[in-house]
């Protein structure tokens, strides 16, 4: 059986609180030790690379999915495997094709905006009866409490049916991020990453 890939979303920055560095690395080793292979944008830049760094370190695989479009030294060497796209679009959907499970973790503009494709992509799936890729966040110290809270008055005002707004899933912590990982993997028929 194929081993499931996680792809992750996380800034090009290194956050001022040590305790999302600290998350992120923990994620990295988790990854590494339960053999679920990253997926990820494979920049040397902030967090990213702070993950990518943990997984590798501990015996963990890293696929890097890298745009025409950015400096090529901003591409980090010795990932296991990398794929080159023309443009950020092409490497959205590169990614999201490789990924088995998609996990937004703390980041900025580029981390929403790659968070909200990806909803549109399952959401598009769901509607049309297709596998569903499951999507997490990682809700540390209540990051992502804002996106709960719109996609909740989203359903209220009747933009957002609520069995699309339950398509994302909100974890307070790294464990518990985990937990739903191992949950997905163990009861979902999810179809593994090319």
Known sequence: MEAKKVL???????????????????????????????????????TMAILA??????????????????????LYKGLTQTFITENL?????????????????????????ELFNTLVRVKSDKAHRRPVKPVAVLNL???YDGIAELLQRSVQEGYTAPRFARLL??????????????????????PAGQ
Do not use: C
Request: hydrophobic share 40%; proline share 6%; charged share 15%.
């Open 8 to 46: 992750v979303f996380l800034g090009a920055k290194t956050p001022s609180d040590s305790t999302y560095t600290q998350a992120v690395i923990q994620f990295g080793e988790g990854l590494a030790q339960r053999g679920m292979p990253l997926v990820y944008g494979g920049t040397t830049e902030g």
């Open 53 to 74: 760094d943990a997984v590798l370190q501990h015996g963990g695989t890293a696929i890097g999915v890298f745009p025409k479009t950015l400096h090529p030294n901003l």
């Open 89 to 113: 679009e092409e490497r959205k959907a590169e990614m999201f094709r490789l990924a088995d499970a998609i996990v937004a973790l703390p980041g900025s503009i580029g981390t929403w905006d």
């Open 141 to 143: 110290n209540g990051f």
């Open 169 to 190: 899933f909100m974890a307070p912590s790294v464990p518990k991020l985990f937990e739903w990982l191992d949950a997905q993997f163990a009861t979902t028929d999810v």
